[in-house]
Every structure is written in structure tokens, then in C-alpha cells.
């Protein structure tokens, strides 16, 4: 085990202007003939064109290729923090790198790097596939953090880790130090420990994540990770822990007798599940994506023996959209039975794209990401069974939106089959960041049966508008940057496996429907209320709960939660409560906390039970084991 002291806060990192611009056009790229006039694509099923953003090696493409163009990748976006850049990496099936030659290349901002095979096992890495803190200070020596290392995403592939050439300390492990907003799904890792964490790298190392699922893992070290979900996977062992580590559906997680020392919370099975849909290439070299069934009461991964559970989705059968097509387009494709691949990019939505059909797949390559122009919606899912939505980011713009996803229409009564759920799987929001955002609720979930499987939602602590961050009673950031919700949960029987939502400006997340199931809840209060008034609610409550459970909901269960507070606009600023719920035996927060991050204070963790936490102590929780007292 690795020892720590408890991590700074996030608030420490720098805000990086990140100057990159798009990547030139990579060598090799797959192409084909342009598509004719949306919504009438011509797609041809060995070489479906997923415009240039994509990338598309073989085994038979030259190791030493391969390893140029990955570095130059990685360059081009290790420190692109904010930038329009959007890339997605593919593997066809088959072996690539060797003992003796291993193919190691790191994993930068906005990009995703994933296997074409059916099974994780198809493809095969020998070598490493890694992110690394971001030294922010003298020159890139020093100030070394993997506190933003957030957008990007590894999947369905195995890596047999090889770190030869490198140093001892890297050859230690294959280094995966991430933070929100990175998914790690259908991975097989062999030959070494992963680590979390990236020990190797000058300190102070600190790292706020993050989320596996349907993984087949090594010894994995946890190191310095605030929070972290692992669901529905298999892991040799799980070391260390900082303040909230939760498990859900692992096999070989550790018990979590003893809480909060260490501050393990394991789920043995996970109610509601559905594995993220992926793309894949059939024996004749066809394109398609698969689409996981949803399951109750699971563990363990969905391809240990045999293909994942669920329907083929041939690639002929989605609209392959890419930033400049029109939601007219995009509408009318949906509207004619077409599912959607987003490709990677950056699209202005003036128009809601409308989610209508069950069974309707949106799938995003590589981080694709949807700006709201003019204070149109972006998105609204109906109340249809089985619609997915997937690997999409959605960003506020400088005009307010009412919302920026909404699922459902609120009370319409209709219900759904709960063994199909309507599903979000890696769906990020964004308010502010790389340019203004103003929204009101993020995300608004009000139909029945949804499946919420990690989620992050955040109005923006930082970015490169120019503003101060509102220190010192600054008010520009909270007057600009402005999200009153992040996400308000209207249905009922609605599942969440890994939320994090942060920085609103009133509740974060408020849970007004029955039967709601939360597996992972992370937040982090604004930094930047100018004043107590602006942080006290109507009836004279100090602050906002972190997460609200609706007064009049009769059955409720939060599972290994944390509220953080690090008001740097104002320190003298006080929040009564990390949480709210009703007191009933029907409604159950297990395994909270609440911790202070150097500035502001909450006075309790849960309806005045817990500890405070203020700058007396920072990085010291206050648990509650759970509430109401069983």
C-alpha cells in the first residue's frame, strides 16, 4: 500500500488556456466517399465514413506508424484542456505491439481510444495505455496533479501491460491518473498493477475520480483518489482508499466492515444495469454496434464467457452525423427510424434534437460534444422504453437554456418496462469552461424506469473565460457562468450508478420521485457565493445541501455519498447541511460525508446529525454511517 496524506482540494489546480487547435488530418484515417445529402446516407458497411477525426489501425499496420501517430496525439492534446479538438482512436481486432517492441502511448484530453472486437480479448495491447499528472508549474517540473485530467475514454480491449524502456517506477504499473468525466469500460489488464494514481511523477500527485465498469482488473491501487466507482467487474485486489470508495457488483472487492476506516461501501449486486453500446467489426468485416440488455441483480462482467447479452445494431441502421450537419437533418433521420452516431466534434444545436422512437440509440465517438446556441434546449428524450443515450457531452451556451436534457415529460403517467430502461451512459454536462454557459437545470429527468450509469454535470470552477474565480468577493464568474439546478429527478424507480455534480447555484441535485437508487454521489459546492445572502435560501437556511431528497418522498436509498465545501470566493460562508431528506424508515442515506477543502464551513453532514467541517481541519470528513439511525 501506498501511504497518504488526505489530498489538497481540486480548487488548487490551475486553470489552463489551453491553446490547441485541432489536429491535422492523422495518417491513415479510414475514409470512404462522402455521404450523400443527410438524411438519404449512403453507408457502405465495410467503410463507413466517420469523417477525420477518427482513427482506424489494423494489425497490419506498421508497429513504429501506430506508435507515431499515438505520441503525436497524445502531444496534441495532453494539455488541450479547453480546446474544440475531439478524437476517437480505433483498434481492429487483432495483436498489436510485442515483448520485445511494446506499443505504449498516453491518452490526452477529448479523445477516446477503444477495441472493434466483440470481446475485450479481440483486441490485444502488449504495452501500456496511460494517463499522467499534469505538472502545471516551473516549466512542467513541478505542482503535478491529475486534478483535471477529466474528458477521455478507454474501451473494449485488453492490455497486457509492458512497460519495458521505461524507468523502474513506471515499469511499476499501467498508470491511469484520471478525474471526472473518464470512462474505463470492457477492459481486460494483464502482466502488472493499475494505478489510479501516478506515484512516479513529482507531487503532490492528488486525483479526483472517477469510474470503471464491466472490467477485468489486477491489483488496482487507488492511491490518492478522493472518490472513485467500480461496477460490475472482477479485481485481484484493491488497495488504499481516501475518503469515498464504492463498489458495486465487483468481484473481489474488499468488505466494507469497519466504515469509514477504510471508507470502502460494497454493494454485493447491482440492481439495475446496462452496459455502454460499442461499436464492433462482425467476421465479414461489417460494421455495427451492440446494444447491451439491461440486467437486475448482477455482478461480475458481462463477457467473461460468452458475447454480452443484448441486440446487433448493423451500421447502416444509424444516421452518421458530423459537426455542421443541421438538427433539421438529424431530426428527420430520427424521425425515419434511424438511430444516431454522433462523430467526434463540436456541433452548435440551435434546435432540440428530439429522442422519439423506443429503442433509439445515440451513441457519441469521442467525446462529441453539443453546444446550445441561442438558449435552444440541446436535448429531449421522450417517454419511450429503451432509448439510449451515450458518450455525449452536453455544453451549455452564452444564452440561457431552460434545461439542457431533459428526459420525459413530467406526469405524463406513461410506464415503462423496467427491465428496458431508458438509459444515459458516460453523458457529461458542462456550464461554462471553454466559453460562458447560463442554463437553469442541467439535467431534468421526469420519466419513470431511467437508468442513470455515470453522469457529470458541472458548472464550471474554472476555464478560460478570463475571469478571477471570484476571489475576494469577485462576482464575476457567478454572475456570468450561471446554473440554478444540476439535476432534478421527477420519476420514479430511477437508478443511478456514479453521479457527480457539481458547483450549482442552489440545490445541486434535488430527488422529488419514489424509489429512487443512488450507487456513488459525489459533489462539491460553488466556490464562488459572494455573500451569505447569496447562498441562504428563502425561508433563512444557511446554504444549499449538496443532494435533496424531496419532503414528501416515501422511499429513497442513497449509497456512499460526499459533499465538499471549499467556498474560495468568501470563507466566512456557512451551509447548515451536506444533505436533506425527509426522516422515514422508508427513505436511507448510507455511508455520507461531508469535508472541507481548506475554505467555508457545513455544519452538518445530514439534517443537523454529523460533525462540522471547516478550515480547522481540512480534508478531514465528517461521516454519518448512515441516516436515519437503523
Known sequence: MIPLDHPHPRTRRRRIAAGATGLALLAGALSAAPAQAAPSQTIDPLQPNFGPNVQIFSPATPLAEIQSTMDALADQQRDAEMSSARKAVYFLPGDYGTAEAPLQFEVGYYTEVAGLGASPDDVSVNGSIEVYNRCLENGGTSNCIALNNFWRTLANLSIQVNKAGQDGCRQSANFWAVSQAVSMRRVHVTGANLSLMDYCTAGPQFASGGFIANSDLPVTINGSQQQWIIRNSKVTEWTNGVWNQVFSGVEGAPAETGFPNPPYTTVAQTPVSREKPYLFVDGAGRYNVRVPSAHMNTSGTSWGQDVTAGRTLPITDFFIAKPGDSVK?????????????LTPGVYDIDRTIEVKRADTVVLGMGQATLTSAGGAVPMEVKNEEGIVIAGVTIDAGPALS??????????????????????????????????????????EVNANNVLIDHIWVWRADHGIEGFT???????????????????????????????????????NTVWNGENGRVILYQNELPYDPPTQADWTQPDGTLGYPGYKVGPNVKKHLLEGAGVYVFNQNNPSIVTANGFTAPNTPGVTLRHIMTVNLAAGTIQHVVNGVGAQVDSSAPGVPSYVVQFPAP
Open 329 to 341: 437533418d438529424i431530426n428527420n433521420a430520427l424521425a425515419k427510424g434511424k438511430n444516431l452516431i
Open 402 to 443: 431552460p434545461v439542457l436534457l431533459t428526459v420525459g415529460k413530467e406526469k405524463s403517467g406513461k410506464k415503462l418496462d423496467p427491465r428496458n430502461p431508458i438509459t444515459l451512459s458516460d453523458v457529461y454536462f458542462r456550464v461554462g469552461g471553454p466559453h460562458t454557459g447560463k442554463t437553469t437545470t442541467a439535467l
Open 469 to 507: 474565480n471570484g476571489v475576494n468577493g469577485d462576482t464575476d464568474r457567478w454572475q456570468t457562468n450561471t446554473g440554478t439546478n444540476g439535476v432534478i429527478v421527477n420519476g420514479d424507480n430511477v437508478t443511478a450508478t456514479g453521479m457527480f455534480v457539481e458547483h450549482f447555484q442552489t440545490f
